[in-house]
């Protein structure tokens, strides 16, 4: 059975710092693209940041996903969090990229920005 599981959402201050993990299992994560994504209330869910099989670190602005192959785990670290940030995060699995929705979803993190 593949298992996507997301830790590490909570409740932090504005400025402050996350670090989500998403434990694998059940699949070959060596062959697959990761990717981390949120969903805001009554907003659509998007794309945060992807990484490929072979990169280490991937940073899109204040996000940094990393991943490591022999623990079967990817991570997002979110740095000077906003308000506009909170939303639930999702880690997602794919084996063609993620200009489509990836077929592997986790049941999502609550990340809570606020004062």
């Known amino acids: 059975q593949v298992r996507l599981e997301e830790s590490g959402g909570g409740l932090v201050h504005p400025g402050g710092s996350l670090r989500l993990s998403c434990a694998t299992s059940?699949?070959?994560?060596?062959?697959?693209?990761m990717a981390w994504y949120r969903q805001a209330p009554g907003k659509k869910r998007e794309l945060v940041v992807s990484i490929t099989t072979v990169a280490r670190n991937t940073y899109a602005g204040r996000f940094t996903i990393s991943r490591d192959n022999a623990k079967n785990a990817v991570y997002l670290q979110m740095n000077n969090l906003q308000p506009e940030d909170t939303a639930v995060y999702y880690c997602?699995?794919?084996?063609?990229?993620?200009?489509?929705?990836?077929?592997?979803w986790g049941q999502g993190t609550q990340v809570t920005v606020s004062s």
């Open positions: 059940g699949l070959i994560f060596s062959r697959y693209d």
């Open positions: 997602a699995a794919s084996l063609r990229g993620f200009k489509e929705l990836p077929e592997l």
